[in-house]
């Protein structure tokens, strides 16, 4: 089959302009009479709101708005799964990623002044910071209904009864840390209202029509009225999927009838948008003498912070993929999401399936050394091939490459293929 893409070098479309500096990220972007967007977040991560004072804020020279969470006029939340992550909060913090108001202003250094003169009064309250002490009965609860905000149960076989007869078993806890996306630019956001009262925002999004739906809801207007314009985006990596700065810009702009522009710095960055998952996963496997696997029986735990974005499906990939791309007769695996009062986790390539590998590929390689088998071998005896059942009950019809991968990458590597195929022995 022929093909004029494969093995061509096309030139991007947006590759002229980003190498030459053309291409307008939101930062970039400006408009008559703009004014400048500046945020209030909780210094504590866990508090009641007793008070909030915004008169000297106000009182600055140069400011045109601060807005509190009690000039929100439709729902005061948002969220991808769950809209329980506060526009601007009013009444509880839950963590460093909240929002307690925010400031339009002529400049920059206005606007920065006024968020420094808010004054606002906590009763802070205990905080959780594990996911497994938060998941006990008597921890600080993050939200009323309870901190699990998830839990995934994947049943195959009988473990137990695979444990009895295994010739090795390994287990351990493994970890993994929260990390951040780092994008090439962090978050910006420019808001304007037309003479017709249709509100227009640019900014870089990976969901443009569920912004519109979270914008339109918290901000008590009908959809219609509200557009989203995707600007050029210098990475998301999942961290664009869930808000950060559309609905208080857009409050802003609806406020003053001016556009605002709010731009973060990296600092800022950090607090306003969502991170991988950090997951802490505990596994039990079990191998028969000649390295084919016989069970595992994995605990995943996933610290979603004090928001869900997108928690269950996270932690529900990982779950699917907790058993690796092997064949696995008997399997357990439990999966939880956890609120703490940490910032918030969601989306970040691989949405779950990232985390998992560091546990599994680390079991199959003591489990080899356990066998005296070569890494290489205990995982092409036990890889899947074209038929083979998953741990969910998915056969693999088609698409199934990994023993052929293998095979390439050992011989680009100048392995003795045909004898790690084998026996494998070390030596």
Known sequence: MSTTVVGSSPIRVDGRGKVTGQTLFPADIKADRMLYGQLLRSPVPHANITRID???ASKVPGVR????GADVPGRNGHGVLFDHMPVLADRRVKSVNDVIAAVAAENPEAAREAVAKIKVQYEELPAVFDPVEAMKPDAPKVHEEGNIAYHLKIRKGSVAEAFSRAAVIIEDTYTT???????????SVLAHVDEQGHLTLQVATQYPHWDRTEVARALGIL???????????????GGREDMTLQIQAGLLALKTGRPVKITCDRKESFHAHCKRHPMIMRYKSAAA????????EAEIIGDTGAYASWAPNVLRKAAVHATGPYVVPHVKVDSYAVYTNNPFAGAMRGFGAAQPPVAYEAQMDRLAEALGLDPFTIRWRNAFRQGDITATG???EESVGLCETMEKAAQAMGWAVERLKGRGNHG
């Open 54 to 56: 915004v008169e000297a």
């Open 394 to 396: 998915q056969v693999l």
């Open 289 to 296: 003498r000649d390295g084919k696997l016989l069970a595992v």
């Open 223 to 237: 959809q219609h009225k509200v557009r989203i314009i995707t600007t050029a985006v210098g990475g998301a990596f």
């Open 177 to 187: 840390q929260m990390v951040d996306h780092a994008f090439l630019q962090p978050e």
């Open 65 to 68: 708005a601060v807005v509190t």
